[in-house]
């Protein structure tokens, strides 16, 4: 029995013997409801006064807000309970053997997948090892419905290693925050960027304008801007038998970034102004519609922007290769491979996650994606989890039941 029946028995009781009209007893637990939230606000406002007393009294004695590098605080304390409640409802999705699998579960798909992406409410596949591979959409509680076919064959450039020959093949490229995805098609003359919603298909088209020879991927997609990556290449990308790549380019030198606005009526794919390496040497290293992550010359690091080139913050943590872009779908988190910690991009702040890593069995040799905006998804050879940016909490690892050592993570 809860405390309000409790005390609806006891007001019962009290009045039992009482003559003259009946009480109301919803009224006067009503009453006693606004009374404790009265009190629960005098409290919460008296917490907040202490609160900025001890900022000012900090920002008098030190001159200054706590600087970004120094020691990360310890981890809030949450019970892993409750943050399962931020989590998917089911174990990371990875891509093995041509079949995307959860835990021991295997997703149902009718052709083999070359590569896949998560989105709020499913996941869309590319089929493999077909002359005209379809885009497929299923969701999370089944269901599938075809959404486009034969996307142009792309990967990161210069991903490809001797392991992993085939590179990070960005086909089709979604955002986990929402169900909006992005590709680029062959058009009657000319290549083509897609946007369109998991559920209903297509939904704008607009012309890639014309190159020569040149690699093109989907950096990113939101509710409002793509961002499309264009490198020169020595000649049409080619796909092979068995799903290679040929004619790679050469070095990065050359590759712009564009984007679109696909949102507004008639707006056209343009260049951002901003360059794969910049003219003074930084290198952009992500984006997302509202914050950038470069790398520039002389200094260990990453400096996080905004599109227009506003300085947000600076850190420390090291950048790494990653076979996930390293901010978060909105831009709030960049996570760090090599220092396995993750990066609050509006301020600097380094949160450590590996002591949690280490706890749930993650190597130095990990790998990752993020799957929601605070849910990022680490693996390495043997393990897999899904570790939270806010609480810097992991998750207690899937039981897989194979290695992973050739596992591919969804292209987000």
Not at 80 to 91: V, Y
Not at 217 to 226: R, Y
Not at 246 to 275: M, Y
Request: hydrophobic share 40%; charged share 20%.
């Amino acid at each position: 029995m809860n405390s309000e029946h409790l005390v609806r028995a006891a007001l019962e009781r009290s009045v039992s013997g009482i003559s003259g009209p009946e009480p109301d007893v919803d009224a006067l637990l009503a009453a006693g409801q606004a009374v404790r939230v009265r009190r629960a606000t005098v409290t919460a406002a008296v917490a907040a006064v202490v609160v900025l007393v001890l900022v000012g009294v900090t920002i008098a004695w030190t001159g200054s807000w706590p600087s970004a590098e120094e020691p990360v605080p310890a981890a809030p304390s949450v019970t892993r309970e409750a943050r399962q409640l931020t989590m998917l409802a089911s174990d990371p999705p990875f891509l093995i053997g041509g079949l995307v699998q959860q835990g021991r579960d295997v997703a149902e798909t009718d052709a083999r997948v070359a590569q896949f992406t998560v989105l709020k409410s499913g996941f869309v596949w590319v089929e493999d090892e077909t002359s005209e591979p379809r885009i497929v959409f299923r969701g999370w509680q089944g269901g599938t419905n075809v959404i486009g076919h034969d996307p142009w064959p792309s990967v990161e450039p210069l991903s490809s290693t001797p392991e992993h020959p085939r590179g990070l093949r960005r086909n089709v490229v979604g955002n986990p925050e929402r169900n909006w995805l992005a590709w680029v098609e062959q058009g009657p003359t000319r290549k083509r960027l897609v946007v369109a919603h998991a559920a209903s298909g297509a939904v704008q088209r607009t012309t890639i304008p014309e190159a020569g020879p040149e690699w093109v991927d989907v950096l990113s997609v939101s509710a409002e801007l793509v961002y499309l990556r264009r490198c020169p290449a020595p000649s049409e990308p080619v796909e092979l038998l068995g799903g290679d790549l040929g004619t790679l380019p050469t070095s990065r030198a050359g590759c712009s970034i564009w984007q679109w606005s696909w949102q507004h009526p008639n707006a056209e794919l343009v260049p951002s102004g901003h360059s794969w390496v910049e003219p003074d040497g930084a290198v952009v290293q992500d984006v997302t519609t509202g914050v950038w992550a470069v790398t520039r010359p002389g200094r260990a690091g990453l400096t996080f922007v905004s599109p227009e080139g506003g300085r947000l913050s600076d850190t420390n943590a090291m950048v790494g290769e990653n076979e996930g872009h390293g901010l978060s779908p909105d831009g709030r988190y960049w996570f760090s491979p090599g220092s396995r910690s993750v990066v609050v991009t509006e301020t600097g702040e380094v949160r450590s996650l590996s002591a949690e890593l280490s706890r749930v069995g993650i190597g130095e040799d990990l790998r990752f994606v993020w799957l929601e905006p605070t849910t990022v998804m680490v693996i390495d050879n043997d393990t897999v989890t899904t570790c939270d940016a806010s609480l810097v909490i992991c998750d207690e690892p899937a039981d897989v039941g194979t290695l992973l050592t050739r596992a591919i993570l969804p292209v987000q």
